[in-house]
């Protein structure tokens, strides 16, 4: 089974902190993303990352950063947490997609609710 | 840019059917399905590639209209399991895959 862990469930910061959110996958997927999850907004994209060192912003990657030193992580920054940031944050990792699109099946992870107090 | 699903949220009897719509503005190469349960995470259902290929469960079906930009997912004979929040994401040309603002779904017995 694909397995994608997320470091933590609940994560609780203060404004102007700075926040690393990692991830993690085990099936050697070159495809790895970060969304943020909130009520009647859906899935929105923040940034993805399709190799080793190789990343493209995603709908709204303003306020966020991420590293992808190894292919099995990838880490999500908030430079300077703010309220606006809370949130629930859900990496997923995927296979090129099918015949030449982007993305195959997401495999999502567990999610981290992020509180910035 | 974001596709728009319809409804926004269904409430269904055991056993019944509901379809869930999924349009875009833009001509689609993809459209993916996932559904999400209640605390947990999305889990994928179904890809359906422009020019008729799909990938996905067999007891799920749905459809894509590459004229008219939009897919449809119907569920059949509703179960309790089928409750959740559903998502549709469509990919088109160069672009990487964005997901709508989900369907809830409720199943009552």
């Known amino acids: 089974d694909v397995k994608v862990t997320q470091s933590s469930r609940y994560l609780v910061k203060r404004t102007g902190e700075k926040v690393f959110l990692e991830c993690v996958q085990d099936?050697?997927?070159?495809?790895m993303f970060w969304y943020r999850q909130d009520p009647g907004l859906g899935l929105r994209l923040i940034y993805f990352?399709?190799?080793?060192?190789?990343?493209e912003k995603g709908d709204i990657p303003e306020g966020y950063s991420v590293s992808r030193e190894k292919k099995e992580r990838f880490s999500l920054i908030l430079e300077s947490a703010s309220t606006n940031q809370t949130s629930m944050y859900l990496c997923?990792?995927?296979?090129?997609?099918?015949?030449?699109?982007?993305?195959?099946?997401?495999?999502f992870g567990p999610g981290t609710r992020l509180t910035v107090l | 840019q974001q596709p728009v699903q319809s409804p926004q949220a269904v409430i269904l009897r055991e056993g019944e059917d509901a379809v869930i719509n999924c349009s875009s503005s833009?001509?689609?190469?993809?459209v993916h399905w996932y559904r999400q349960k209640h605390g947990e995470a999305p889990v994928f259902l179904m890809i359906?590639?422009?020019?008729?290929e799909q990938k996905g469960h067999d007891k799920i079906s749905a459809s894509f209209n590459e004229k008219k930009q939009q897919s449809s997912l119907y569920l059949t004979a509703s179960q309790l399991s089928y409750s959740g929040t559903y998502f549709c994401?469509?990919?088109?040309?160069?672009?990487?895959?964005?997901f709508g603002g989900g369907t809830r779904l409720m199943v009552k017995p």
């Open positions: 359906l590639l422009k020019g008729g």
């Open positions: 994401g469509t990919e088109f040309a160069g672009n990487m895959l964005t």
């Open positions: 990352s399709y190799d080793v060192k190789m990343k």
């Open positions: 997923a990792s995927s296979l090129p997609g099918l015949a030449g699109g982007w993305t195959d099946t997401q495999y």
């Open positions: 833009k001509a689609l190469y993809s």
């Open positions: 099936m050697d997927h070159e495809n």
